[in-house]
């Protein structure tokens, strides 16, 4: 299973329309899930928008006051609501889609929202595969009004109001930090002396890119009201060694076009805005580069009076075909457009095959088409980079363009090189291919791999193939955080990177892609990373050293070392699948529910993991899925113990201030690998109950699952507390917030319902 692989696209056409709630997306439109643990579906509705939402759309959407809202709230024990400002509303859309998901039908969620239908078609369609990641389903939510609470309901409340007193007590009260607290922050400028400016040199540095922490993925260039690239994340990215930043566009928003009048609407305001970001990053030596998957395709209307452009289809989608050299002559036009109109731009990269139906090769139904079905994959594809780097090349010959080997075959990789043109670069992702063996399980690495450390067998043989051709040679790597788990801004295993970093310094290549849209915080493992920008390039343990004593002080330094070589030894353990790092519950671990019964969900990708277990486990035996996930815990938790060590032994305030952060954070990934290991244990006991016979089986696994739900409960109890001290705990750019504090509240009270429901007193 791969993020891009399985993108199933919508048929919404891409000209004005005016669409209704009705004409949205349904899939199988299954029953929402359930929420038994609350007092009904209308507290559930308060309780999840409670720290996302204003009082006042709540009541809209219910057709209540805002005084019945709050009183609503109140009555669950939540704390006085905090108005929610348009800054927040705008950076965390996809979480509210998300939260409410089961809760509320299209028209409520449009009115929650404040959006047309036509947005929402376009954020579930462009917005980083949304509508997989929520399942390629709508729940078949009835409409959700608001009516004065039954006795049952009053009185369930009542209850809950009284657990979240005995758990939470003062805290649930006090002031923790703002969601979106470290946008401010990262906006902020740093202070003059601290900054350099980049004095432009003749020597060509290599490229260190990545994706903003903070930025939306959607349509960046077209509100420049949430700033994706502010000035004082520039400065801090600048002195990681970070000398480029990315950016998702499409092409037919950028640019006019007289062979097809149809693209090119609000181009120059785009181009007006991107402008600034590279005027901007110019100061700092921050360049930007485009996102460029292209042609993307269109409905088949657009083909109404040009069937012969049109390509293989998907789902009511076809592919410009690019055998057409009308098309190839857009795509050049296009791109020589944007780099014409906005010098200084870093360059573009690119991506032929999947992550959305391009080029007719892109997605393997190929003999749908009568032209490209009678040529070569290779020729295919280096045809759409060769006419991209052209658009680049004339547009700007300071600009660079980057092909992405992602999702090439074997067989088609050694011609689709040689074909290239010899100013290119080749980007192939470091740890693909990697053999690996995890509780005895063997396998291969894609991609999104911290624990497991490259350069692996496939990028090497594609790079020694972009050498003999001429070409300059990229890897794609995450330093910060993966799949693996994406909701902390970046994982304390700093042996694993310095390890693929020193493996990259030997395989020479020219430059680094740093992150997708994961992992583009401006962290310590950055600063790793551009440690082995030198020449001569450090040995492993000194690079180690250094970051420690600079980060923490000379005292604390060693006892940082030991942390970061235990976090670093438990997450080689981790059960790496492609399928594991997109179906298991990971990234929202700790706020994931708990059902006594099965949902009959199935997991979706990084969105809602459910209770899937046989998809979070892929390959691996459900008893090795849990035990691995122990082996993390119990070794993290030795690390910790060391980690304990540095904050007593930091010395002056900037160091005191980073290894507090930094345990708060290791902390937090802790707890997220014993809840999935919990959970994991959880409904291996419960689905084992279904089949128990023997009065004391069933009685050992009834206590097998309230020990676990105990269990549960604390880690959502203790990530409560953590949740609040750091606003970027729970957060990734193109998913938003996977979870916000009062989530743990409610597992709290999910953990409390399962323990009656198994007979706990």
């Known amino acids: 299973m791969s993020r891009r692989s399985i993108l199933i696209v919508l048929c919404i056409s891409v000209q004005a329309m005016a669409l209704s709630a009705g004409d949205l997306p349904m899939g199988s439109a299954p029953p929402p899930l359930d929420v038994p643990h609350m007092p009904s579906r209308l507290h559930a509705f308060v309780w999840r928008n409670w720290e996302s939402v204003n009082l006042d759309r709540m009541a809209e959407v219910l057709g209540a006051t805002v005084e019945q809202v709050a009183e609503l709230g109140a009555s669950m024990g939540l704390p006085p609501h905090q108005p929610v400002s348009d800054d927040q509303l705008a950076r965390n859309y996809i979480a509210i889609i998300r939260r409410n998901w089961h809760l509320l039908n299209y028209e409520q969620l449009l009115t929650l929202l404040g959006w047309d239908a036509d947005r929402l078609a376009h954020t579930l369609k462009e917005d980083d595969f949304l509508w997989i990641k929520l399942g390629l389903l709508k729940p078949a939510c009835p409409p959700l009004r608001y009516a004065p609470p039954d006795e049952a309901a009053v009185a369930r409340a009542a209850e809950i109001k009284a657990l979240v007193q005995a758990r939470f007590k003062d805290e649930i ?198 032209r490209c079905s009678k040529r070569s994959a290779a020729e295919v594809i280096a045809e759409v980079n060769q006419a991209i780097a052209e658009g680049v090349r004339t547009g700007d010959p300071n600009a ?96 694993l990177v310095a390890e693929h970093c020193a493996g990259l310094a030997a395989c020479n290549v020219d430059g680094m892609m740093l992150s997708w849209s994961l992992g583009g915080y401006p962290s310590p493992n950055l600063e790793l990373v551009q440690a082995f920008n030198r020449r001569p390039v450090p040995s492993v343990p000194d690079a180690l050293r250094e970051l420690a004593t600079r980060r923490y002080g000379p005292a604390a330094a060693p006892h940082a070392v030991t942390a970061w070589s235990m976090f670093s030894e ?27 019964k099965p949902t009959g969900y199935h997991s979706t990708m990084v969105g809602f993991p459910y209770d899937d277990l046989d998809n979070w486990r892929a390959v691996y035996p459900a008893a090795v899925y849990v035990g691995q996930f122990r082996k993390i815990a119990d070794g993290w938790k030795e690390g910790l113990a060391a980690f304990k060590q540095v904050c007593e032994s930091a010395q002056g305030d900037l160091e005191l201030q980073n290894a507090s952060q930094d345990w708060v954070l290791a902390r937090a990934a802790w707890c997220h690998f014993a809840s999935t290991a919990n959970q994991a244990d959880f409904i ?61 509240v409610e597992k709290v009270i999910n953990c409390d319902y399962v323990l009656k429901q198994l007979g706990d007193r």
């Open 400 to 495: 660079k363009t980057i092909v992405w080997d992602w999702a090439w075959r074997d067989a088609w990789s050694a011609d689709i090189i040689a074909r290239l043109p010899k100013d290119v670069y080749l980007m192939s992702v470091s740890e693909w291919d990697l053999p690996i063996t995890r509780g005895g399980v063997s396998t291969k690495v894609g991609e999104y791999s911290l624990s497991a450390v490259g350069p692996g067998p496939r990028a090497q043989r594609h790079w020694e193939l972009a050498r003999q051709a001429g070409l300059k040679t990229m890897a794609k790597i995450q330093a910060n955080c993966t799949w693996e788990i994406s909701a902390l801004p970046y994982l304390p295993v700093m042996n």
């Open 570 to 596: 438990s997450f080689r353990e981790f059960p790496y699948h492609g399928t594991v790092v997109y179906a298991g519950p990971m990234q929202v671990a700790p706020a994931n529910l708990l059902h006594v």
């Open 173 to 370: 009260h006090q002031p923790g930090e703002p969601r979106f607290a470290f946008a401010r922050t990262l906006s902020e400028p740093l202070p003059p002396a601290s900054v350099h400016v980049v004095v432009p040199s003749d020597g060509e540095q290599p490229i260190r890119f990545l994706y903003a922490y903070c930025a939306l993925f959607g349509d960046p260039l077209m509100d420049d009201a949430v700033d994706p690239y502010p000035e004082g994340l520039l400065q801090r990215l600048q002195q990681v060694g970070v000398n480029g930043v990315w950016l998702h566009v499409c092409y037919r928003q950028l640019a006019p076009s007289t062979e097809f009048p149809e693209f090119g609407e609000g181009w120059q305001t785009r181009l007006a805005n991107l402008r600034k970001l590279v005027e901007r990053g110019k100061r700092y030596g921050v360049k930007i580069y485009l996102y460029t998957n292209e042609p993307r395709a269109m409905p088949a209307s657009f083909y109404e009076h040009r069937p012969e452009m049109k390509g293989v289809s998907e789902n009511d989608y076809y592919a410009m075909c690019t055998s057409d050299p009308r098309v190839r002559r857009w795509l050049t036009e296009a791109v020589r457009h944007v780099f014409r109109e906005v010098p200084g731009l870093g360059g573009a990269f690119t991506i032929t095959c999947s992550e959305n139906l391009t080029n007719c090769w892109s997605r393997g139904s190929i003999k749908e088409c009568p």
């Open 684 to 744: 291996m006991a419960r689905n084992a109950l279904t089949e128990a016979t023997p009065a004391a089986e069933s009685q050992a696994l009834r206590a097998r699952m309230r020990e676990l739900a105990r269990k549960e409960m604390a880690i959502a109890r203790e990530m409560f507390t953590l949740t609040r001290m750091d606003s970027r705990i729970g957060y990734e750019a193109s998913n938003h917030y996977y979870y916000m504090p009062l989530d743990m």
